[in-house]
T-cell receptor
Framework: AQSVTQPDIHITVSEGASLELRCNYS??????LFWYVQSPGQGLQLLLKYFSGDTLVQGIKGFEAEFKRSQSSFNLRKPSVHWSDAAEYFC???????????FGAGTRLFVKA | DTGVSQNPRHKITKRGQNVTFRCDPI?????LYWYRQTLGQGPEFLTY????????KSRLLSDRFSAERPKGSFSTLEIQRTEQGDSAMYLC????????????FGPGTRLTVT
């Protein structure tokens, strides 16, 4: 069955430190891969997406993610975290045709001064 | 375009009552999706429309749930005889039917069943 695992329920990083959020997926073929961010009271906002090509993708707000087929992973990174990055982050996969997106349980990011 | 909008943003209802939520997608998007999100979880797919046709429904969508998109524009999600377990955030998203199908989400409707 298709699934997405985000092993870390929450992560705390200091402002200015680097960040990596983990995501592993289970899927028969290479799916579309997404990272979304959800701030309190806000809808989910797409940070970045991957389908094919360069395995390192750049997104908005200085985020990037690397697709590793051998590890079935799509980890999200940011070199220097800002206090405004505190939010919930969701990794998601969708099949070709893209309609039934499956989300992970999310990782809540806390940023300390 | 102001993005995907959902109304109401919050709904409190008593068990057994019926509720209806509305979603207005981005105007040029012909795909529309409904998800449910409970506390501490990611969104779970409920159903999906291509224009006015409802093409897939999740097993999560019991007989008490019905969704429509009569003219291929806005959509409604109705829950009949609400139960406390229906309390959740109901999210709507829309996308084009080409490219990477990236979905744009509305702010959600938070339902509380007392």
């Amino acid at each position: 069955a298709q699934s997405v695992t985000q092993p870390d329920i929450h992560i705390t990083v200091s402002e200015g430190a680097s960040l990596e959020l983990r995501c592993n997926y289970s899927y028969g073929a290479t799916p579309y891969l997404f990272w979304y961010v959800q701030s309190p009271g806000q809808g989910l906002q797409l940070l970045l997406k991957y389908f094919s090509g360069d395995t390192l993708v750049q997104g908005i707000k200085g985020f990037e993610a690397e697709f590793k087929r051998s590890q079935s992973s799509f980890n999200l990174r940011k070199p220097s975290v800002h206090w405004s990055d505190a939010a919930e982050y969701f990794c998601a996969v969708a099949p070709t045709g893209g309609f039934k997106t499956i989300f992970g349980a999310g990782t809540r990011l806390f940023v300390k001064a | 375009d102001t993005g995907v909008s959902q109304n109401p943003r919050h709904k409190i209802t008593k068990r057994g009552q019926n509720v209806t939520f509305r979603c207005d997608p981005i105007s040029e998007h012909n795909r529309l999706y409904w998800y449910r999100q409970t506390l501490g979880q990611g969104p779970e797919f409920l159903t999906y429309f291509q224009n006015e046709a409802q093409l897939e429904k999740s097993r999560l969508l019991s007989d008490r749930f019905s969704a429509e998109r009569p003219k291929g524009s806005f959509s409604t999600l109705e829950i009949q005889r609400t139960e406390q377990g229906d309390s959740a955030m109901y999210l709507c998203a829309s996308s084009l039917d080409q490219g990477l199908y990236e979905q744009y989400f509305g702010p959600g409707t938070r339902l509380t069943v007392t």
